[in-house]
């Protein structure tokens, strides 16, 4: 049961106070009735109405993101950017964030949503949650720094990673540059850029493609997003079964 100020605000119908004045002019209606009164009580699955238009209840969300470069990962900032400025104004449900972050210059798939449990099991060290990138690298990486990654690295400060995989998409000597796709089943703080840094390479590009069973979709341009499919739904909450 909700009072029914929060079952609207929780549905971007308005703010609390616009809620409030919504309901007191009588634009409201609970199973088919005017209700004028912010605290009554509504179940989840009422036939709630404003000005005749129905508002069903969805407790939590899930959105599938295409995060472009110089963007935060972050709910707010007072002068920049972040991916919750990104969607859509009806959209923007409470307590929606991202899970784990991008670095402000990373791009790739990003997931939003509000179900706070479900962020905390893709996070957790324990699940072990396989995150795949594609990265542009200043250096050359070879069979040597694929064993390396592939037997788990130590970085300059001491950190010791957990074994990744590597697979090396192309090389170029001349330009002292390669492209590789790696996975990884941690988060460290800029872990896949200080994992080349840690053998002589910069990162100058870097895009998630895979979090888990989910894929960044090749028709997602960069800055948009979607809703996440019942099927991809299902293959998230399996990962904590």
């Not at 990373?106 to 060290?125: F, I, K, M, S, Y």
């Not at 697979?167 to 896949?192: A, F, M, N």
Request: charged share 25%.
């Amino acid at each position: 049961m909700l009072r029914l100020d929060k079952f609207l605000a929780n549905m971007n119908v308005g703010s609390r106070s616009q809620v409030h004045e919504i309901i007191k002019r009588g634009r409201v209606t609970v199973n088919g009735k005017v209700c004028r009164s912010a605290k009554q009580k509504v179940q989840e699955n009422a036939e709630v109405a404003v000005d005749g238009l129905p508002v069903s209840y969805q407790q939590y969300h899930y959105f599938l993101l295409n995060k472009p470069a110089g963007v935060l990962s972050a709910t707010e900032d007072a002068r920049q950017k972040t991916v919750l400025d990104l969607l859509k104004k009806q959209d923007r449900y409470q307590k929606l964030a991202p899970v784990g972050r991008l670095d402000k210059d990373t791009t790739g798939l990003l997931l939003l949503t509000n179900d706070g449990q479900l962020a905390h099991e893709l996070l957790a060290p324990e699940y072990h949650v396989a995150k795949t990138y594609y990265a542009l690298l200043a250096g050359v990486a070879d069979e040597q720094t694929k064993q390396a990654v592939e037997a788990g690295l130590t970085l300059k400060d001491g950190t010791a990673l957990k074994p990744g995989k590597l697979r090396i998409l192309s090389q170029d000597p001349d330009k002292d540059r390669s492209e590789i796709e790696i996975v990884i089943t941690e988060g460290k703080y800029h872990q896949v850029k200080r994992m080349f840094a840690s053998q002589g390479m910069k990162v100058l590009k870097l895009k998630r493609l895979k979090m888990g069973p989910l894929a960044l979709p090749a028709d997602l341009p960069a800055g948009n997003y979607r809703e996440l499919t019942a099927g991809e739904l299902a293959a998230l909450k399996q990962l904590s079964l």
